[in-house]
């Protein structure tokens, strides 16, 4: 399916850039409304840590809860970025122009709202140092370099860095753009960040190949975050339903289940409040949609795997974790829900191209996948803790507090707000991808039909 | 403009020695590519005899090795490891067929046929079977049932199932190779004489190119193309613990199938560099399979290298650091004394050195480099296979009901038999595809026509690039 649009330059720097050159008339209310919600989150936070961690539900045996699965959900978002861009962009997927940016940020920002699970799951976040700095060479401590504790924030933080960087240098050109069509204040800040971007051919050349080598260098950096967040679980053998060698691509595969799906969600929002209809099409969604079938599918059989070996050693205790998750209250609708929004509903909508190019149903799917895949996270942590062992003396079911809640919603409010200040400043849709795009779709005469052809090196 | 257009005046300074698509006559092509099925040279026929002998012996061998030890299941993991290896290469090789072609990768269009006539080599895959499922335990023995994915099936199911899954497999390959071979089944009938010209005949069905025909024939292909991939991964799952975890009591790696069927994607890939070295050197078919070929299979072979790493490393750290009765007994038995030396040996073959080898471009870009790095791939397959199916099988029967494995087992070494019959029946698996080449072209001269028609040589700013059309 393609939709092609003719669409000459002044129009596209037009369009693209009035979230820059024009505010929007809901920016500030919606900005106002998330800071409001960004600051009682922090207040929370901050009380929280205040108190200790007693006012969440957390306790022996259940010690990772609503946070570590939150952090395990925006870690998984974040894998958003790379799959979209930096494989896409290897492989010359076209339709990839207008997405790319999108889940560049959110890549960024869920990383950054990742790492701060962790550090308040701690209790006392100042304590982190400890885990990561030698503090006390007289006595010989040191930090044990193998610990999950070390490996995560070395992954997420190289993760961060490189998709920081990954973002920065495909704004270069549209940061040039802006510089030249801006005054005042807005103008020096552009032309710094512009690093004297001036459209020549060293530079382009200098921009794509920094690209191309940032999207191969991200790419193990963007698997192996997630791996070692999966085998911060795996090499525990104690706890039913961790201990399994398939968790690092599945947890992997997840990921990009859950990162895809929220680039729907957003690129939905993107052409709803900007009313950018004629960059963010019906095709683009329609490629995202059987991107995320294969994803989706191929999850699944993950999902299979995992829960079939899990069986297969017929060990007591991890088939009484099963027979928990499986058909006990609450876990079993928590199951159902999960197994219905993660792939039950959304995969075989998609299937029908009608679905697949109706922007609301893929923005509601594309939710639905994301609560799926957050229950799925839930589900993987908390029952296997959850579930009564024998000498086990403090034992109570799990219940998030409150306290909890909120720092889950204003999770969601934080990112959201993070990518509406940067909406006011940087283009959502990279402007020079869309008029490369223009640049390089021709027409091709095979007999006496005309296909829509694309430039390319030769294959 | 910009970025793209850089990179296209940048790759075109190479682009001429890559070769754009020669733009060649329908007819012409036709005619070149059915001549290469006629006329075999000596050479071919001096290899075919030699690699049709050595299949004889190997089946031979496998019949006295039955004969010999048919009580003794100990001594067959060499066999249950050429059954994963010839299952890996020529189960895994039509798939490179396929997966690109659903992408709409043009590269692929001169390796399409011979990708997919790796199915029917299938046939020496299903042969080497046979005496495994013969000796595989059944569920239940002395009222003790062994740990298995079948859980309260009948006694029997891993071999029914296993077995079907396979002769599935082979079927579905073929019916692969049927379905996207319409066209030139109708080229041999119009460009051939003789018997080539009868079977051409009678496989077209009637073709002649209408868009009823197409429609359907591409259909077709994305159906069995899809059926394939589902079947194959099936059968990698069932023949990877039927016929390895759940002989070992304790072995639970739940990432053993996908890593099974990865390290069978790069053995397939790996397969297919070698016939298509071997198709364009001795077939002479520099004209039709270019450089662009062997660059975008060294992509994907490299890309295949590090999934394998991944995979392998996946399972290995959560045992290595799980350090649970399981996980030290499985390591003890897979990569402890002899096996330690296949382990290690597996790993640089199969990703230290391709990963070194491949991940210059100029390797990739050469067609020689690119078969040096397959084979070193399928060489450390083959050991890969061995260090863990050898082990797998030298449990003795009585002790796979067991929660974890108490005694490790010494380590079976190879005898003359398990030689003959690994040399016989890769011979057996290379005559096939051999013999197919004289069948059909080696490569597809619809895909070849089909690519000159939507791919035009331009002349770009100040290079050359290919004006590409996408049809929906």
Known sequence: MQQRRTLDQPYTNRVLLNGQLDTPRWWAPAVAILGIAVIIGLLVIGAMINKGLGVTGLGRPVYWGLFITTFVFWVGISHAGIMISAILRLTQAEWRRPVTRAAELLTVFSLLTALVFPLIHAGRPWRIAYWILPYDFARGIYPNIRSPLIMDPVAIGTYLTGSTMF???????????????????????????????????????????????????????????????????AVVPSVEGWHSTIFAPYFVIGAVHSGVSAVVTMMALMRWLWKWDDFIRPEHFDALARLLIVVATGWLGFTFLELIFALYGQDAPEIALREMQM?????????????????????????????????????????????????????????????????VYTWEAYRPSPVEWTIFVWSFCWVTFLMLLFSRFFPLVPLFEQKESQVFTQDVAIGRAKVPAIVREAD | MASEAVTIGHVAEHAEHAGLPPQIAADVIARELVATTSGASKRFKTIAWTLGLLAIVGIAALVMKWIDQGDDSTRWGYIAALVSFLLSVTGGAPMVAMAPVFAKANWVRPVTRIAAIFSFAGIATIITLIPLVLLLPPLVTEGARRRTIWFEAPNYSPHVWSTLALVLLLLTGIMLFYSAAIPDFAAMRDHSTGWRQRIGKKFARGWVGTDVQWRTLRMRIGMFGTFYFLILVFVNFLITTDFGQSLVPGWRDAIFPMYHTVSSFQGGVAGVVIALWVARRYMHLEKYVHLDAFWSLGRLLFALTLLWIYFFYSSFIVFWYGRSENDIATLELQIKGPMLYAFVAAIVLIWFVPWWILIWNRVRRSVNGMAIGASVILVGLLLDRMRIFVPAWSVPPEQIHEKWLRTIPDTIFPDLFDALITVGMISLAALIIMLMTRVLPAVSVWQVQEFNLIAKPIKYIRGHASLVAKPD
Do not use: C
Not at chain 1, 180 to 199: E, F, H, I, M, Q
């Open chain 1, 167 to 233: 973002l920065y240098v495909a704004l270069l050109p549209d940061l040039g753009n802006l510089r030249d069509r801006t005054t005042g204040w807005k103008n020096s800040l552009y032309t710094v960040l512009a690093l004297g971007w001036r459209g020549n051919p060293r530079q382009w050349k200098m921009q794509t190949v920094g690209g191309i080598l940032l999207s191969a260098l991200m790419l193990p950096i963007f698997v192996s975050v997630h791996s070692i967040v999966s085998w911060d679980f």
């Open chain 1, 327 to 391: 058909f006990q209250w609450p876990w079993n609708m928590l199951f159902i829900i999960f197994f219905l929004t993660a792939y039950a509903i959304p995969v075989p909508l998609w299937l029908f191209k009608r679905v697949r190019t109706n922007i609301a149903m893929m923005f509601w799917t594309s939710i639905l996948v994301n609560v799926g895949m957050w229950l799925e996270r839930f589900l993987i942590i908390v029952p296997g803790l959850a579930r009564r062992t024998p000498f």
